[in-house]
């Protein structure tokens, strides 16, 4: 064996541009191949970014516009939803599939403060328990808004944690706050919760039992939107029909046309959330073909230059076979050699990529830009697993030695007195 790698290293030596460049192609298609799938996590991730956060077996409903007249009603007419559509959503063939249901408003443009300290431009948003589950909210310290709220109409409040900081004075002794009237205008409000708001959406949303808020300011029974929770929706298909009865039932309901596809809006995360991963997919199999065709090329290379190395020493080989090595010896001598190759700058490849992922990670992946007035994260993550890498270059090394075993049964056959006499 020693022998073997001793002859290895010999021809290595003997030709080092040609072995370097070899090295090269084997290197650049494994550290491509990281990298790639690297930039494409770290976008998946970006795009998919907040959608844990959310319960992806909910539905949001609320009221649009008609595309049609209908009923003696004119076309384009404005649809609000009521809180008596809560009770088309309970009843029928959608009690079977709906879980919880919640109701919301939302008033914008008021003042909070407490003691001497102010927030300019801050929204009411009139909710109820079944949110905390639905939009997976998360607490910071004390509750969320509970049944006895909804029924007292109690005048409680949550904030989100970016302005109990700053009421803080930028501490994060929570718990503080938790029993303290604030006021927003000349009404005064108890904290009884801090949840975790949304930094990049400059989150200033305080949101109050829905009953309370629809008792003060007088709102009937209108409502901005219904959303629910829902089970036993497992395809796109029964999402659809679903989607499609709930559209007519609350057409009617409003005397809209039953097919006014306007009249009422439905946003069904669980479908979102499905054609999200579809798009994930594509792109992650996008990146594999592109780095398996890097990966491709450096296999191509190492072939080449093995059957270079074939020509190069044919009459070597003939003297080797003249003095009785055997077929195999050939064949195990360029193979190891195409193996060692391989296998030395797959590896180098492979920490190569795995360094420049990390830097990916520590500078466009810290990096925002600004859509549409939201700060987007360009790249999240945008790393691979060591398995993934590792197995990348086991794939690579597999795929170098049975590269290099066409030129290295070519080698094997060659006849001693046509080798001998080759120049």
């Not at 109701?103 to 949110?131: E, F």
């Not at 049944?147 to 004075?169: M, Q, S, T, W, Y």
């Not at 054609?275 to 073909?289: D, T, V």
């Not at 794939?395 to 006499?421: D, N, Q, Y």
Request: charged residues 20%.
């Amino acid at each position: 064996m020693n022998d073997l790698f001793r002859e290895i290293w010999e021809s290595v030596r003997r030709n080092k541009l040609r072995t370097a460049l070899t090295g090269l192609a084997v290197s650049w298609g494994i550290f491509m191949l990281i990298v790639l799938l690297g930039a494409g996590n770290g976008l998946i991730n970006a795009f998919m970014f907040g959608s844990e956060d959310i319960a992806t077996n909910t539905m949001m409903v609320g009221g649009g516009r008609t595309s049609k007249p209908y009923g003696g009603y004119r076309q384009n007419r404005f649809i609000r939803l009521k809180s008596g559509d809560i009770d088309i959503l309970r009843s029928g063939t959608f009690a079977d599939k709906i879980d919880r249901i919640s109701t919301g408003i939302s008033k914008g443009g008021y003042t909070l403060s407490y003691g001497r300290r102010h927030m300019n431009d801050v929204s009411l948003h009139a909710t109820m328990p079944g949110d905390l589950e639905m939009n997976r909210i998360k607490m910071e310290e004390g509750r969320f808004i509970n049944e006895a709220d909804i029924r007292h109409c109690r005048k409680v409040i949550i904030l989100p944690h970016l302005i109990a900081g700053n009421f803080l004075k930028g501490g994060k002794d929570y718990e503080k706050l938790i029993g303290e009237q604030v006021n927003i205008g000349n009404m005064s409000f108890k904290v009884i919760g801090i949840r975790h708001g949304f930094e990049n959406q400059n989150d200033k949303e305080l949101y109050v039992p829905y009953s309370t808020v629809k008792k003060i300011f007088g709102l009937g029974d209108e409502v901005d939107q219904i959303t629910f929770s829902f089970h036993g929706l497992e395809t796109e298909r029964e999402n659809e029909e679903f989607e499609a009865q709930l559209t007519t039932a609350l057409n009617n309901a409003h005397g809209a046309a039953p097919d006014d596809k306007s009249a009422i809006w439905i946003w069904n995360r669980f479908t979102q959330n499905m054609q999200m991963e579809k798009a994930a997919g594509m792109i992650r199999m996008a990146l594999w073909i592109i780095g398996l065709f890097t990966l491709i090329s450096g296999i191509v290379g190492v072939s080449n230059i093995m059957l270079i190395t074939v020509k190069e020493r044919t009459h070597e080989f003939g003297i080797r076979k003249a003095i009785g090595a055997k077929p195999w010896d050939i064949t195990k001598l360029i193979m190891t050699e195409s193996v060692a190759i391989t296998a030395l700058f797959g590896y180098i490849g492979m920490i190569l990529g795995l360094v420049a992922c990390e830097i990916l990670d520590a500078t466009v992946g810290q990096s925002e830009m600004e859509i549409f007035g939201e700060s987007i994260q360009l790249l999240k993550d945008p790393t691979v697993g060591v398995g993934v890498a590792v197995g990348a270059t086991v794939v690579l090394i597999v795929a170098g030695t049975a590269a290099g075993l066409i030129p290295a049964r070519k080698a094997s056959k060659v006849k001693p007195v046509e080798a001998l006499s080759a120049n």
